[in-house]
T-cell receptor, first 115, second 112 residues
Framework: AQSVTQLDSQVPVFEEAPVELRCNYS??????LFWYVQYPNQGLQLLLK??????LVKSINGFEAEFNKSQTSFHLRKPSVHISDTAEYFC?????????????FGQGTRLTINP | EPEVTQTPSHQVTQMGQEVILRCVPI?????FYWYRQILGQKVEFLVS????????KSEIFDDQFSVERPDGSNFTLKIRSTKLEDSAMYFC??????????FGPGTRLTVT
């Protein structure tokens, strides 16, 4: 069964500093990879996804993630964070060969931005 | 922009009672899901639903749980006899043919 590991449960950073949230997954076969963000008291919002093609994917608000098949990783990065990026970030994987394509989530990383 | 909605936002119930959590998926979506998140734990898959039947369910989704799409718009999760350990945030999600799942804001279920 697939599993996802987010190595950091909490990441505090200062505003305008760079950040990397780490994500590793267990499956060695083809996968779809996702990052979801959960702002306080809200649901999960899709931040970005990797399905195929370019291994570097970007969101509209400056986040990017790189799919690394050899290291089975999909780390999320942002070169300069804002207070508004404070949220919980979830990495998730699904199996493209499986009809339902359920998502398997990591534990989440709480990103806290300090002024 | 279309979105998934869920009601109620918070449900408090006594152990042993039945609860129904409601979701309205995005209208042209074909696949529907329920996930839950126990406080402090990861989001877990419960069940997926396609073409008016369950396509996959997890070990958590035992005989106490059922899902239904009664009228072509609502998607419900029923827990027949709630237990304390059912206390969690329950998320509904839906997707079209593409691979992104869109999540609702969640229903916080508290079993006392």
């Amino acid at each position: 069964a697939q599993s996802v590991t987010q190595l950091d449960s909490q990441v505090p950073v200062f505003e305008e500093a760079p950040v990397e949230l780490r994500c590793n997954y267990s499956s060695s076969v083809s996968v779809y990879l996702f990052w979801y963000v959960q702002y306080p008291n809200q649901g999960l919002q899709l931040l970005l996804k990797y399905l195929s093609g370019s291994t570097l994917v970007k969101s509209i608000n400056g986040f990017e993630a790189e799919f690394n098949k050899s290291q089975t990783s999909f780390h999320l990065r942002k070169p300069s964070v804002h207070i508004s990026d404070t949220a919980e970030y979830f990495c998730a994987v699904s199996d493209p060969g499986q009809g339902a394509q359920k998502l398997v989530f990591g534990q989440g990383t709480r990103l806290t931005i300090n002024p | 922009e279309p979105e998934v909605t869920q009601t109620p936002s918070h449900q408090v119930t006594q152990m042993g009672q039945e609860v129904i959590l409601r979701c309205v998926p995005i209208s042209n979506h074909l696949y529907f899901y329920w996930y839950r998140q126990i406080l402090g734990q990861k989001v877990e898959f419960l069940v997926s639903f396609y073409n008016n039947e369950i396509s996959e369910k997890s070990e958590i989704f035992d005989d106490q749980f059922s899902v239904e799409r009664p009228d072509g718009s609502n998607f419900t999760l029923k827990i027949r006899s709630t237990k304390l350990e059912d206390s969690a945030m329950y998320f509904c999600a839906s997707r079209a043919v593409s691979y992104e799942q869109y999540f609702g804001p969640g229903t916080r279920l508290t079993v006392t």
